[in-house]
């Protein structure tokens, strides 16, 4: 950051805002266009971020984050170190102030997956160095970075957007809650009774124009559907409870639920899925399946991402 910048967190999606995020989606296409059939690992032309290291800090296992940004610095010129609490001080009770203070002497910039969104809130106080959100409990921004790029990819304009979830109202949810506020799209929400997501998100991005179904009627939040999401009905650390997920069933997305759409609906799911479970295997491996799509476009989120916290893009 320049003398006197303001340092750029991406903790959640208001942090860059609407018009930082779809330059973030103009620059992730034009970056992925360019360097179409090139090896993973060859820099951009230009290696915007050449010279700079990002940590990777983990508290919580990862495979699409921890690559993405891995792959994501290397083709912006750039490099990562990876830290995971079992193996450094994060593990052995070090606070979460000192290794912001710490890293931010050493990098360049900090990726924080972790449990507890206080967390990357201390980090992003005492850290003197862009702090960037690869996951917490309460929301996920750089997937619905990815998720939108995706869905633009796809042929689908984001104003006016209709975007069906389905399951367990967490914190993917609730970053395309926010999304649906700052891009102007619509989401219906169908979830069990008591599996709701955060009213803060709901009302947040009603506030913001955006139109937000509640329901636990997977039928009526599908029809005629843009874009059908779910993810795994136990996230990453709770227990596999039996109840929560007899709960789910009926929310299931299969070829049933997804001819409710419209023609053209494209599934997304974050990954990794538990295929039976939340969406059935026809649906999963369908033609209307982009979770692959989605999955690389991790990668060009990330860079995005990246680009934006370091004052380069928006």
């Given amino acids: ?19 930082a995020i779809a330059a973030m989606i103009a620059d992730a296409i034009d970056r992925k266009t360019e360097r179409a059939d090139w090896p993973k690992g060859k820099a ?55 290794t912001a203070r710490v890293l931010s002497r050493m990098v360049d910039a900090i990726m924080l997956r972790t449990d507890d969104h206080a967390k990357i809130e201390e980090m992003a106080r005492h850290a003197s160095v862009p702090v960037i959100n690869g996951l917490t409990d309460r929301s996920h ?43 102007k799209f619509n989401v219906r929400v169908a979830t069990p009774a008591g599996f709701e997501p955060d009213p803060g998100f709901v009302d947040a991005a009603r506030e913001n124009g955006a139109d937000i179904t509640l329901t636990n009627d997977a039928a009526q939040a599908a029809a005629g559907a843009d874009v059908l999401v779910t993810d ?8 596999d409870a039996a109840e929560k997920k007899a709960a789910m ?37 369908g033609p209307q399946s982009v979770v ?17 916290s370091f004052g380069l893009l928006g």
């Avoid at 984050?65 to 170190?81: C, E, K, N, P, Y």
């Avoid at 939108?148 to 990819?153: H, K, N, S």
Wanted: aromatic residues 6%.
């Fill in 141 to 183: 921004p750089c997937q619905i970075v990815a998720d939108l790029l995706t869905v633009i990819e796809h042929g689908k304009a984001l104003p006016g957007l209709e975007v069906a979830w389905f399951g367990d109202g967490n914190n993917v949810l609730h970053s395309v809650l926010e999304a649906a506020g700052l891009m």
């Fill in 1 to 19: 950051m320049g003398e006197g910048e303001t340092i750029r967190h991406f903790l959640d999606l208001g942090d860059a805002g609407p018009d």
């Fill in 249 to 285: 069933e009926p929310f299931r997305v299969d070829t049933a639920l997804m001819a409710k759409a419209k023609p053209d609906a494209v599934f997304l799911h974050c990954l990794p899925a538990h295929v039976g479970d939340e969406v059935s295997q026809d649906v999963f491996e």
């Fill in 292 to 308: 692959f799509d989605e999955a690389e476009n991790r990668i060009y989120a990330q860079k995005s991402v990246l680009l934006w």
């Fill in 44 to 98: 951009d032309a230009d290696a915007p971020l050449a010279g700079r290291v990002l940590a990777l800090v983990f508290e919580k296992n990862s495979t699409r984050t921890r690559v993405s940004f891995d792959i994501a610095m290397r083709q912006l010129g750039g490099t990562v170190l990876i830290l995971e609490a079992g193996s450094s001080q994060l593990g052995r009770g070090e606070t979460i102030a000192d």
């Fill in 232 to 239: 795994t009905w136990i996230s990453m650390g709770q227990a």
